[in-house]
């Protein structure tokens, strides 16, 4: 075994640029002040440099044209001694006037084009640093640079180049200045639009932390509270009002499932109470008859009937809530499928001697899934005939008008309170004193057989609601989109 001992190996620190990022760019404000400062000093780097350029350019537009202006004066004053000396004093003429040209910033040269001759206020040799042929030219003289505005001089046969030099040591300085000048405003002008931006963005921020400190305050004991929104016409206002109605659809939703395991405990713990007393009471006594073992058995298989059905309703609700039911539409007719229905319901009517009544409008073409449809029809006859009248009746008509499948289901019960009806296809919700018989395990279900019916219908893009209810009966209108022929 081998120990090592040294400093911490490099891996164990972050890297320097994830560090940076982590400091600098996990905070919005920062993003924000940084990509606005960004945009600020793109801007202010292509305006400078417009600026920049257009005043140098101007400059030294002003420069060439002082100069220019400069060669016409002194041409135009040699040409006038020209004349009054004569066509053989050319030489001495241009001479002179060099002579007399004795400005601070400006230096003149005339050199002849057709003999040796040369005259100059300069101290460097003209001929050898301005080459032949340009009209404006900076050269460079030791540490010093001109510029060179070069014209042609003529007098009667001959023929000279006359150049004006301005030294440019003042040009550039002002040039440095100008550019210093541009480099400190808009530094000074990032710093200041930084700082601004740094407090404009936090002020512009400040409602969404005050969201996010609420938001985090918020759990499943309190999803009742709701984030406080100031201004409800900007974009921070519209985001607290999703966030709020997000909040309000999860607490419904925590609501619905604490209901949900509440009352499927309920529902549960009945039969499973009876099966588990009926077990108990056939194990504990050893003298009983095989009548009374058939009677428990009895009761057991019953509960057992009942605890499946619960169960499967229950799971078909779960496959429903989590999207993952898969309906297979084709084909169908919904006449036939009531028909079917009937047949099945069938039993227990007779039982009860109720008499179940269909007037078809006839065929019905449709698209659906034909096992849920027929399960949406078994739980309202179930329904109907459970929650009826001995004796009684049930109606079913089918009829097409509007464009849609309407089917009437109507039943001789008690009725329905009217502060009950608008719960009646919640899950596991029950009128159980206006319609169920609490001393009949046969007709006492769970509460999920018209929030079954309900998804079924919504499923195929159908409604369902409840018409009419009264001391007389109730009655169910089903509603489907006519098929396209």
Do not use: C
């Not at 499932?257 to 713990?269: G, T, Y």
């Amino acid at each position: 075994m081998s120990l090592t001992i040294g400093r911490v190996p490099p891996k164990a620190w972050p890297p320097t640029a994830d560090l940076f990022n982590k400091l600098m760019f996990s905070s919005l404000r920062t993003r924000l002040t940084l990509w606005y400062v960004g945009f600020l000093a793109l801007v202010i780097v292509i305006f400078g440099f417009a600026a920049y350029t257009f005043t140098i350019r101007s400059l030294d537009r002003d420069l060439n044209e002082r100069l220019e202006e400069m060669a016409r004066n002194f041409a135009a004053d040699v040409r006038a001694e020209a004349e009054e000396e004569g066509s053989s004093s050319h030489d001495r003429v241009i001479a002179q006037s060099i002579g007399e040209s004795a400005f601070r910033d400006y230096k003149y040269a005339v050199v002849s084009e057709t003999r040796p001759f040369t005259a100059s206020t300069t101290d460097f040799d003209v001929t050898t640093v301005v080459p032949k042929g340009s009209i404006y030219r900076n050269v460079n003289v030791g540490n010093a640079q001109f510029r060179v505005y070069e014209t042609t001089l003529e007098l009667g046969e001959d023929r000279y180049r006359l150049l004006v030099l301005h030294p440019l040591s003042e040009l550039i300085g002002l040039e440095n200045n100008l550019l210093g000048l541009f480099l400190a405003a808009a530094v000074t002008a990032l710093i200041l639009a930084g700082i601004g931006a740094y407090f404009l963005v936090r002020r512009s921020l400040a409602p969404v932390i005050d969201m996010s400190r609420q938001a985090e305050s918020i759990n499943a004991t309190n999803l009742n509270e709701r984030l406080t929104v100031k201004n409800e016409a900007d974009e921070v206002g519209r985001l607290g009002l999703v966030i709020n109605a997000l909040l309000a659809r999860l607490d419904a939703s925590f609501e619905q499932q604490r209901r949900f395991m509440a009352d499927a405990s309920h529902e549960l713990r009945t039969p499973l109470a009876i099966v588990r007393g009926e077990s108990e009471v056939a194990i504990s006594k050893g003298d009983r008859t095989t009548a009374d073992y058939r009677s428990s058995l009895a009761t057991v298989h019953d509960e057992s009937l009942r605890l499946t059905k619960i169960v499967e309703d229950l799971f078909t609700l779960a496959r429903a809530d989590a999207g993952q039911f898969r309906a297979t539409f084709a084909p169908v007719y919904l006449d036939e499928i009531v028909a079917d229905a009937i047949r099945s319901i069938g039993v227990l009517a007779r039982q009860k001697n109720i008499l179940i009544k269909f007037s078809s409008a006839g065929e019905m073409p449709a698209d659906g899934d034909e096992s849920l449809l027929r399960r949406l029809f078994l739980n309202l006859l179930d329904n109907a005939v459970k929650y009826n009248r001995d004796g009684g009746t049930v109606d079913i008509e089918s009829k097409i008008a509007d464009g849609k499948y309407l089917f009437t289901i109507t039943d001789g019960g008690r009725g329905i309170p009217q502060d009950q009806q608008a719960q009646i296809f919640d899950r596991f919700y029950r009128v159980d004193k206006a319609r169920s018989r609490d001393d009949d395990t046969q007709t006492s279900g769970a509460g999920l057989g018209l929030a079954i019916a309900r998804w079924i219908a919504e499923l195929h893009n159908a409604t369902i609601s409840l018409a009419s209810s009264d001391r007389n009966g109730s009655t169910f209108l089903v509603s489907f989109e006519r098929a396209k022929s």
